[in-house]
């Protein structure tokens, strides 16, 4: 032995020498430090057999040092230690600080007969303590124990307490008394409600008080079997011996060796109460009960750092990662939607506002908005003045209808809000006062919820075809109501449409009209046309024949109509019946020309006729002879017979007359009861006396009138032309006049000639 | 007699009348448990309130209480080993495998005579093995091992709990036993010869829904094993606590358990996707197994079914 100790003294001086060397390696003591989980004294005098047997084993010396936590802590801290043998919790506090050679062996208790490598905690209170019998009474309460490091003393029960509900750090006052032994003395003396000590404890100290357990109440015990203490929480490995890494290995080595050749009986373990070392027991539920409670040394969540954070997180944070992007991604494209939306509403209002229809907005019957064109139509300059106003405002009194403006609007907006569609022509006052026509359109434009539908409102300038409709219904009903007949026809001069004084005056029916000619003067036809295409027009009268066959005078005047390019589209043709005026126009003529009794020329007559005639036998070198007749004692008859007698004398003797006459000869009557003749193309002097000679014949012969025969003469002057010298008319009958003058003076019913004395 | 049966059998007499009493509200997933070390997990979940309200668990004694509520529609699932649940799958219950809980590594021995050293040795000599539970299923995949044909052995097909009389008596030269038989025969002369940790990844428990409830309350059969994979890993790495307490639940030493829990892998969340895999593990072994069993006349008829197993309802991850 001595041989040895010089030799690791020689090699521990040699190591020494070097930088660096560890301190175990040149000390001459091995330092065991144990955790002071009794008071010093307990501890040193328990435990120092068993560094004596470590000294005894290894041939080092074995210092033994009983250290609180804090001690050890610092010991370690300067590596004034080489084995500790403390509580697991202790250890993990240990080993996250630095770095240890692992666990040597676990400590094996041993009670009695028994013995485990397992400790536990004990919850307990005072026996006198009816109010608390489970884990749950001790919410609130006050508990003592020895320190948060200890493993039995404290955490263990944390956790149950915890998975019972009970959040000691939270819920109870906690008193740190250092020591399992003050910890039993704070319950019993009433300073702590509640105890935490490891198990074991109890039982150790029952050894020198035997009412102790009679005076306290263990909660929430455990029965395990082969499990030699009260117990109130699970089960943890015992305490770990753990060698520092500055510890030469050999001395490790055989310090393991040592630690596990101790047999129960060895006095070292009988004093420490031990019954040896086994293998490490696995630490790892010590860890997790640390985890789960945070304490130290996993009281601070651990930093993670990023690439762990990703390492670890990677599948979560990718989907983060992911989500965000379609998040922004969505957001962006919301965003980008809303400016859209926004530029799109811009427009469509810009567009609505600049939409030459007026369209304006509805709501309870009032304007809410309107565009341009709505205000322009109006004569409004500013939004304003429409809006908040309604309708009739805008509108004449009445409607023409005849309907009440207002009253109407209401009936209309009722059956938009019901969902129709209404469409009506409407009368506006503009504001200067004249009066326009729209063709207005309401149509609601429902909103969800929404018991006040928005009316959307269109119109339509409709003023310029209404005052066309006038137009053309005045122009309807001057064509239907004409006395004139009027006909359209086409280019062709094809009717394509009559009146209804054409079916009058034509007697052909409008269908039979339509399609064919109009009447058209016998020797132009359709030549009227073209004429009235040169001219702009045509007129005319001429004879044509109603559907009845029956002939008529009718004037027409036929137009060309011109289309927007100024060619002629149409003929527009008006025609009156002038039958009538003809017949006048003829009887007049008559009237002027003839005597009303006889039917002979009168005077304007034979002065005209004498001119022709005479004219006529100048160029022919004919001649001719005009005939003075006058009726001799006429009066007498005329005056016993009356007038009507008289006229009918006068009428049989001038028939009679003409009949003695030739076709080509004149007889006129003058007047009362004279007559004239013109005879022409006389070839010789006999013929005219033959005929003069006749002519008194036919005037003797008695007439019967008013039922007598009455008997009457006539003196007849001539004269003859041409003669020497140029006469005009008036000339020759004053000669005629004066040769008969001379025939009633040499005794009537005889004939005379001018310039001659014989009859 | 079945093996967790026969563990069972020194349980608490109470846990029988808890276990009936398991309720239909809201149509929670009714799990037929009995004790065994591979379904600890579930008690232990069970304990520590890590069960939630969608799971009630109906505690039997053993694998027969299990496969007699499941035949008549009484629980939805259970827990089981491989063979039991093809047995009860060919009976007309279809089922679904959804979780393995243990794979048995030494839990099941044969135990021999001294002078037989050596498989071939077997040949001629008399078997004792109850051949309805598992330990048939050791016997039967043993002799094709060792290339044994089935007549070249005498199989005395002999209840557990007859097995120790037997042996006394000297009728048999070998016995197909499971714990804690087979240290009795230790202890009357027998040698271990050979265990369940030289058929790797054969002897399977499992978690079994039926088909029916895994079409419907595909939640609640998550949750048990949620709830399992939570036990599983304080039964494993708290062992300072879960010896302790399995050991009260069995009445037995926690030295027991953790010897118990050395004969057995518990297989944790990947090895789980990995035997539950399509033409995994168990997929395999329970093709061969019901074929084995078809053949030995204890089931009628091989597996139909494309999949037994469904490794669709384990948890992503262990909390």
Same mark, same amino acid.
């Given at each position: 032995?001595? =041989?040895?100790?010089?030799?690791?003294?020689?090699?521990?001086?040699?190591?020494?020498?070097?930088?660096? *060397?560890?301190? *175990?390696?040149?000390?001459?003591?091995?330092?065991?430090?144990?955790?002071?989980?009794?008071?010093?004294?307990?501890?040193?005098?328990?435990?120092?057999?068993? *560094?004596?047997?470590?000294?005894?084993?290894?041939?080092?010396?074995?210092?033994?040092?009983?250290?609180?936590?804090?001690? +050890?802590?610092?010991?370690?801290?300067?590596?004034?230690?080489?084995?500790?043998?403390?509580?697991?919790?202790?250890?993990?506090?240990?080993?996250?600080?630095?770095?240890?050679?692992?666990?040597?062996?676990?400590?094996?208790?041993?009670?009695?007969?028994?013995?485990?490598?397992?400790?536990?905690?004990?919850?307990?209170? &005072?026996?006198?303590?009816?109010?608390?019998?489970?884990?749950?009474?001790?919410?609130?309460?006050?508990?003592?124990?020895? !320190?948060?490091?200890?493993?039995?003393?404290?955490?263990?029960? /944390?956790?149950?307490?915890?998975?019972?509900?009970?959040?000691?750090?939270?819920?109870?006052?906690?008193?740190?008394?250092?020591?399992?032994?003050?910890?039993?003395?704070?319950?019993?003396?009433?300073?702590?409600?509640?105890?935490?000590?490891?198990?074991?404890?109890?039982?150790?100290?029952?050894?020198?008080?035997?009412?102790?357990?009679?005076?306290?109440?263990?909660?929430?015990?455990?029965?395990?079997?082969?499990?030699?203490?009260?117990?109130?929480?699970?089960?943890?490995?015992?305490?770990?011996?753990?060698? @520092?890494?500055?510890?030469? #290995?050999?001395?490790?080595?055989?310090?393991?060796?040592?630690?596990?050749?101790?047999?129960?009986?060895?006095?070292?373990?009988?004093?420490?109460?031990?019954?040896?070392?086994?293998?490490?027991?696995?630490?790892?539920?010590?860890?997790?009960?640390?985890?789960?409670?945070?304490?130290?040394?996993?009281?601070?969540?651990?930093? @993670?750092?990023?690439?762990?954070?990703?390492?670890?997180?990677?599948?979560?944070?990718?989907?983060?990662?992911?989500?965000?992007?379609?998040?922004?991604?969505?957001? @962006?494209?919301?965003?980008?939607?809303?400016?859209?939306?926004?530029?799109?509403?811009?427009?469509?209002?810009?567009?609505?506002?600049?939409?030459?229809?007026?369209?304006? +907005?509805?709501?309870?019957?009032?304007?809410?908005?309107?565009?341009?064109?709505?205000?322009?139509?109006?004569?409004?300059?500013?939004?304003?003045?429409?809006?908040?106003?309604?309708?009739?405002?805008?509108?004449?009194?009445?409607?023409?209808?005849? &309907?009440?403006?207002?009253?109407?609007?209401?009936?209309?907006?009722?059956?938009?809000?019901?969902?129709?569609?209404?469409?009506?022509?409407? /009368?506006?006052?503009?504001?200067?006062?004249?009066?326009?026509?729209?063709? +207005?359109?309401?149509?609601?434009?429902?909103?969800?919820?929404?018991?006040?539908?928005?009316?959307?409102?269109?119109?339509?300038?409709?003023?310029?075809?209404?005052?066309?409709?006038?137009?053309? =219904?005045?122009?309807?009903?001057?064509?239907?109501?004409? =006395?004139?007949?009027?006909?359209?026809?086409?280019?062709?001069?094809?009717?394509?449409?009559?009146?209804?004084?054409?079916?009058?005056?034509?007697? =052909?029916?409008?269908?039979?009209?339509?399609?064919?000619?109009?009447?058209?003067?016998?020797?132009?036809?359709?030549?009227?046309?073209?004429?009235?295409?040169?001219?702009?027009?045509?007129?005319?009268?001429?004879?044509?024949?109603?559907?009845? !066959?029956?002939?008529?005078?009718?004037?027409?005047?036929?137009?060309?109509?011109?289309?927007?390019?100024?060619?002629?589209?149409?003929?527009?043709?008006?025609?009156?019946?002038?039958?009538?005026?003809?017949?006048?126009?003829?009887?007049?003529?008559?009237?002027?020309?003839?005597?009303?009794?006889?039917?002979?020329?009168?005077?304007?007559?034979?002065?005209?006729?004498?001119?022709?005639?005479?004219?006529?036998?100048?160029?022919?070198?004919?001649?001719?002879?005009?005939?003075?007749?006058?009726?001799?004692?006429?009066?007498?008859?005329?005056?016993?017979?009356?007038?009507?007698?008289?006229?009918?004398?006068?009428?049989?003797?001038?028939?009679?007359?003409?009949?003695?006459?030739?076709?080509?000869?004149?007889?006129?009557?003058?007047?009362?009861?004279?007559?004239?003749?013109?005879?022409?193309?006389?070839?010789?002097?006999?013929?005219?006396?033959?005929?003069?000679?006749? @002519?008194?014949?036919?005037?003797?012969?008695?007439?019967?009138?008013?039922?007598?025969?009455?008997?009457?003469?006539? #003196?007849?002057?001539?004269?003859?032309?041409?003669?020497?010298?140029?006469?005009?008319?008036?000339?020759?009958?004053?000669?005629?006049?004066?040769?008969?003058?001379?025939?009633?003076?040499?005794?009537?019913?005889?004939?005379?000639?001018?310039?001659?004395?014989?009859? | $007699?079945?093996?967790?049966?026969?563990?069972?059998?020194?349980?608490?007499?109470?846990?029988?009348?808890?276990?009936?009493?398991?309720?239909?509200?809201?149509?929670?997933?009714?799990?037929?448990?009995?004790?065994?070390?591979?379904?600890?997990?579930?008690?232990?979940?069970?304990?520590?309130?890590?069960?939630?309200?969608?799971?009630?668990?109906?505690?039997?004694? %053993?694998?027969?209480?299990?496969?007699?509520?499941?035949?008549?529609?009484?629980?939805?699932?259970?827990?089981?080993?491989?063979?039991?649940?093809?047995?009860?799958?060919?009976?007309?219950?279809?089922?679904?495998?959804?979780?393995?809980?243990?794979?048995?590594?030494?839990?099941?021995?044969?135990?021999?005579?001294?002078?037989?050293?050596?498989?071939?040795?077997?040949?001629?000599?008399?078997?004792?093995?109850? $051949?309805?539970?598992?330990?048939?299923?050791?016997?039967?995949?043993?002799?094709?091992?060792?290339?044994?044909?089935?007549?070249?052995?005498?199989?005395?097909?002999?209840?557990?709990?007859?097995?120790?009389?037997?042996?006394?008596?000297?009728?048999?030269?070998?016995?197909?036993?499971?714990?804690?038989?087979?240290?009795?025969?230790?202890?009357?002369?027998?040698?271990?010869?050979?265990?369940?940790?030289?058929?790797?990844?054969?002897?399977?428990?499992?978690?079994?829904?039926?088909?029916?409830?895994?079409?419907?309350?595909?939640?609640?059969?998550?949750?048990?094993?949620?709830?399992?994979?939570?036990?599983?890993?304080?039964?494993?790495?708290?062992?300072?606590? %879960?010896?302790?307490?399995?050991?009260?639940?069995?009445?037995?030493?926690?030295?027991?358990?953790?010897?118990?829990?050395?004969?057995?892998?518990?297989?944790?969340?990947? %090895?789980?996707?990995?035997?539950?895999?399509?033409?995994?593990?168990?997929?395999?072994?329970?093709?061969?197994?019901?074929?084995?069993?078809?053949?030995?006349?204890?089931?009628?008829?091989?597996?139909?079914?494309?999949?037994?197993?469904?490794?669709?309802?384990?948890?992503?991850?262990?909390?």
């Amino acid at each position: 032995m001595k =041989r040895w100790l010089i030799a690791s003294l020689a090699f521990a001086l040699l190591v020494l020498a070097l930088p660096g *060397a560890t301190l *175990a390696q040149g000390s001459q003591e091995v330092r065991f430090g144990i955790y002071a989980y009794r008071p010093a004294p307990i501890m040193y005098e328990r435990y120092q057999p068993l *560094a004596d047997y470590l000294t005894g084993r290894i041939g080092i010396p074995v210092k033994l040092q009983v250290l609180d936590q804090e001690q +050890m802590r610092k010991a370690l801290a300067s590596n004034q230690l080489d084995f500790f043998l403390t509580n697991p919790s202790q250890f993990l506090v240990i080993r996250s600080e630095r770095s240890l050679t692992g666990v040597l062996a676990t400590l094996v208790r041993r009670y009695g007969e028994a013995e485990t490598a397992s400790l536990g905690g004990v919850i307990f209170t &005072s026996a006198d303590r009816d109010e608390i019998a489970s884990l749950a009474d001790v919410h609130g309460k006050t508990v003592a124990s020895p !320190g948060r490091h200890f493993l039995g003393g404290f955490q263990a029960q /944390a956790l149950e307490l915890k998975e019972a509900g009970v959040d000691v750090f939270r819920d109870n006052r906690i008193k740190l008394v250092r020591s399992h032994d003050r910890v039993i003395r704070s319950v019993l003396a009433g300073a702590a409600e509640v105890g935490f000590v490891r198990t074991g404890i109890l039982e150790e100290l029952a050894e020198g008080d035997g009412s102790l357990l009679s005076r306290i109440k263990i909660l929430n015990r455990q029965n395990l079997i082969g499990f030699p203490y009260v117990v109130s929480t699970r089960l943890y490995p015992e305490w770990p011996v753990a060698a @520092l890494p500055h510890v030469d #290995s050999d001395i490790v080595r055989r310090v393991a060796s040592a630690l596990f050749a101790i047999e129960s009986e060895f006095p070292a373990a009988r004093s420490a109460g031990i019954a040896g070392f086994a293998p490490p027991a696995d630490y790892q539920s010590v860890e997790y009960l640390a985890r789960e409670l945070r304490v130290e040394p996993y009281d601070q969540l651990p930093s @993670l750092s990023w690439s762990e954070l990703v390492r670890q997180y990677w599948g979560w944070l990718s989907a983060i990662l992911v989500l965000l992007l379609l998040l922004t991604g969505a957001m @962006l494209w919301l965003g980008r939607k809303k400016r859209e939306l926004a530029v799109e509403q811009q427009r469509l209002r810009r567009l609505i506002q600049s939409w030459p229809q007026p369209m304006l +907005m509805l709501r309870n019957g009032a304007f809410v908005d309107s565009n341009r064109a709505a205000l322009e139509l109006l004569g409004f300059a500013v939004p304003q003045s429409l809006l908040g106003k309604d309708i009739a405002t805008f509108s004449p009194q009445t409607q023409p209808d005849g &309907s009440i403006s207002r009253q109407k609007m209401q009936r209309l907006l009722g059956q938009v809000r019901a969902g129709e569609v209404v469409q009506v022509e409407w /009368a506006f006052l503009r504001s200067d006062g004249s009066q326009i026509w729209v063709d +207005m359109s309401l149509a609601p434009v429902r909103e969800k919820d929404d018991s006040q539908p928005w009316v959307l409102c269109s119109w339509y300038d409709i003023t310029r075809r209404k005052e066309a409709e006038q137009h053309l =219904r005045l122009a309807a009903s001057v064509f239907d109501h004409a =006395r004139e007949a009027i006909f359209i026809t086409d280019l062709h001069g094809l009717v394509i449409d009559v009146n209804d004084a054409y079916v009058e005056i034509t007697g =052909r029916s409008r269908a039979s009209a339509i399609g064919g000619l109009p009447p058209l003067p016998l020797e132009e036809g359709p030549g009227v046309f073209s004429g009235a295409r040169k001219n702009g027009f045509w007129s005319g009268e001429f004879v044509s024949k109603r559907a009845n !066959g029956e002939p008529f005078n009718m004037a027409l005047t036929l137009s060309g109509v011109r289309d927007e390019h100024d060619a002629i589209s149409h003929f527009m043709g008006i025609f009156s019946d002038i039958t009538r005026l003809k017949l006048q126009e003829r009887e007049l003529r008559t009237m002027a020309h003839y005597d009303a009794l006889t039917h002979l020329p009168n005077r304007v007559l034979f002065t005209d006729r004498m001119q022709q005639v005479m004219a006529q036998a100048r160029r022919q070198e004919q001649l001719l002879a005009v005939v003075y007749i006058d009726l001799d004692q006429f009066k007498p008859v005329n005056d016993a017979y009356g007038h009507k007698a008289g006229d009918e004398l006068l009428v049989e003797v001038a028939a009679r007359m003409r009949a003695e006459l030739r076709e080509e000869d004149t007889l006129a009557r003058l007047g009362g009861d004279e007559f004239a003749a013109l005879v022409v193309n006389i070839e010789k002097p006999e013929v005219l006396e033959s005929l003069l000679t006749r @002519l008194l014949h036919a005037v003797a012969l008695p007439v019967r009138v008013a039922g007598r025969l009455v008997k009457v003469s006539a #003196s007849i002057g001539y004269t003859l032309y041409p003669q020497a010298e140029e006469l005009d008319g008036d000339q020759l009958l004053r000669q005629a006049d004066q040769a008969m003058y001379k025939a009633k003076q040499q005794g009537r019913n005889r004939y005379c000639g001018f310039g001659s004395a014989d009859s | $007699m079945h093996r967790r049966r026969f563990l069972g059998a020194s349980l608490a007499a109470g846990f029988a009348a808890l276990g009936l009493s398991g309720c239909d509200a809201g149509r929670p997933l009714r799990f037929g448990i009995h004790p065994w070390i591979g379904y600890e997990p579930l008690y232990l979940a069970e304990e520590f309130g890590w069960l939630p309200s969608s799971v009630t668990l109906q505690k039997g004694q %053993s694998a027969l209480d299990s496969m007699e509520l499941l035949s008549s529609g009484a629980i939805d699932g259970a827990a089981l080993t491989l063979d039991e649940a093809i047995r009860v799958h060919v009976d007309g219950t279809e089922l679904l495998v959804v979780g393995v809980t243990n794979v048995s590594v030494g839990a099941d021995v044969l135990v021999v005579k001294k002078d037989i050293e050596t498989l071939d040795a077997l040949r001629g000599r008399r078997i004792g093995a109850e $051949m309805s539970s598992v330990s048939g299923i050791l016997l039967l995949n043993l002799l094709a091992t060792a290339g044994i044909e089935r007549g070249e052995v005498t199989i005395v097909d002999l209840p557990m709990d007859e097995h120790v009389a037997a042996w006394k008596q000297g009728d048999l030269d070998a016995v197909a036993c499971y714990e804690p038989t087979a240290s009795a025969m230790v202890g009357l002369g027998g040698v271990r010869l050979f265990d369940s940790s030289q058929l790797p990844e054969t002897i399977f428990d499992v978690l079994v829904v039926t088909r029916k409830f895994a079409a419907l309350g595909q939640g609640s059969v998550r949750d048990l094993l949620e709830a399992h994979f939570a036990g599983l890993r304080h039964l494993v790495r708290n062992q300072a606590d %879960s010896i302790y307490r399995v050991a009260t639940r069995q009445g037995t030493s926690p030295a027991a358990v953790r010897s118990a829990l050395a004969s057995v892998m518990l297989p944790d969340l990947a %090895s789980n996707q990995r035997y539950l895999a399509e033409n995994g593990r168990i997929e395999r072994v329970a093709r061969d197994l019901s074929r084995m069993l078809e053949r030995e006349g204890l089931i009628p008829r091989a597996l139909e079914v494309d999949r037994f197993c469904d490794s669709e309802f384990l948890p992503r991850s262990v909390a």
